[in-house]
């Protein structure tokens, strides 16, 4: 609190220093700047004067594509010289991503009655900790700050191929411009991520925030998690509007199915779930908010790809892409598959069931849920190696309960003898 209120007195100090004297009628703007201040967000800064005490002072930003318009009260001084400052940081309802290009204005009152309206003015949110530099072709542009030009140039025609391919399959074209940022490693990526702020035990390669950028990290297969990353910004054009809601299956299993295979994990994952007939029931996949231990976050991406592809793969092409307009118009999850493919949720999970050897899965039907929005967070993420995947995972559980059981086998023995005793 001391430091803000210094660094707003330092403000003040600085751009009354710098005022002009000459005098105007109403309000007047004397500076407004904005000042980059990586990962922490961005400082704004409006120095007013005016002949009546200013009373009001309003900050108004909008982060396009797809962001609202939100008015913020920001810390001000008071009389008829006021410097006034909003500091716009990452919170979790929204996350600056490198890229952001912040739209503002102010709007300021006095006394007298006279308004203010700022001009818009944009600027870009940077990650400054690196020289970026930049590569363009179409609507695509990769900014990297590693790796030679060949491979920079190799994943940019992966992006373009990646991005072609996922218009044909979901039915849809991205026009607006695409930002993809490229990491040198994960680590580098942590503070461009909102996935990666706080957690542990999952590594995040890769992630979409705003529907026009995507962060990826160079660590393992950079190709498949351009691919994957990139499929979802189709994705979610390809629903865009006020009711595209998708289950987080058909979400990520799509962008998984524009890799050019799972990651390894994900594949043994779902090889070993099928072996202990032990898969995810598909409506408990509708959402993301499964448990987010390293085994089921493989598990969830490997059925999911699993799903997406048997859909693709046995029937015609088409109808996957006429199952997102459907999702589009608003239709809920199992009316959306029974239009399409005249299943409902259970009748697509027993078909795939029966595509990968198992039984049919015998639950009654719940009442059919609304639909599940689409998740905001879409992040490409592996096991960090610190949690078991191996066959035993489950072993200590079992070893939990068969304790727990033995324990109640002797306290009823022990109660059986007292009652014998005391008869």
Not at 12 to 32: F, R
Not at 276 to 284: E, G, K, T, Y
Request: glycine letters at 8%; aromatic letters at 8%; charged letters at 20%.
């Amino acid at each position: 609190m001391k430091r803000s209120l210094l660094a707003l007195a330092f403000a003040v100090a600085l751009l009354l220093a710098n005022a002009p004297l000459s005098s105007a009628d109403g309000i007047v703007v004397e500076d407004n700047r904005a000042r980059n201040e990586f990962p922490n967000g961005v400082v704004f800064t409006v120095a007013l004067r005016s002949d009546a005490e200013i009373t009001d002072v309003t900050f108004r930003y909008v982060i396009p594509p797809e962001g609202a318009g939100v008015y913020e009260e920001p810390e001000c001084t008071s009389g008829e010289r006021m410097v006034c400052t909003f500091n716009l940081a990452s919170s979790p309802k929204l996350f600056l991503v490198p890229g952001a290009n912040i739209v503002y204005h102010w709007q300021a009152e006095d006394a007298a009655g006279n308004t203010l309206e700022t001009e818009a003015a944009t600027f870009v949110y940077e990650d400054d900790r690196f020289e970026w530099k930049s590569l363009t072709e179409g609507n695509l542009t990769l900014n990297y700050y590693a790796g030679s030009d060949s491979e920079v140039r190799a994943l940019m025609q992966t992006g373009i191929e990646g991005l072609q391919r996922m218009e044909s399959l979901v039915g849809t074209s991205v026009h607006f411009p695409v930002k993809v940022f490229l990491y040198d490693s994960a680590r580098d990526m942590g503070p461009a991520s909102y996935s990666s702020q706080g957690q542990e035990g999952v590594i995040t390669l890769g992630e979409v925030f705003f529907s026009d950028t995507a962060v990826i990290a160079a660590d393992v297969v950079p190709h498949d998690v351009l691919r994957h990353e990139l499929a979802h910004i189709v994705i979610r054009q390809a629903v865009e509007g006020p009711f595209g809601d998708l289950p987080a299956w058909l979400d990520e299993g799509t962008a998984t199915y524009a890799q050019s295979e799972p990651l390894s994990n994900e594949e043994q994952a779902l090889e070993r779930a099928i072996d202990r007939n032990d898969v995810l029931s598909l409506r408990s996949m509708s959402s993301s908010s499964l448990g987010r231990t390293s085994e089921n976050v493989s598990l969830f991406y490997g059925q999911s790809w699993s799903l997406v592809s048997f859909l693709v793969d046995t029937y015609d092409p088409a109808k996957f892409a006429q199952l997102f307009a459907v999702f589009k118009e608003g239709s809920t999850i199992d009316k959306a598959l029974q239009q399409v493919y005249g299943l409902d949720q259970d009748g697509l999970e027993n078909a795939w069931r029966e595509s990968v050897g198992l039984p049919p899965r015998q639950t009654a039907k719940p009442t059919e849920p609304g639909s599940t929005p689409l998740p905001q967070l879409t992040p490409f993420q592996v096991g960090d190696g610190s949690e078991s995947t191996s066959d035993d995972a489950g072993f200590p559980v079992a070893i939990v309960a068969a304790g727990i059981a033995a324990t109640l086998v002797v306290l009823a023995v022990v109660v059986l003898v007292l009652r014998r005793r005391r008869s």
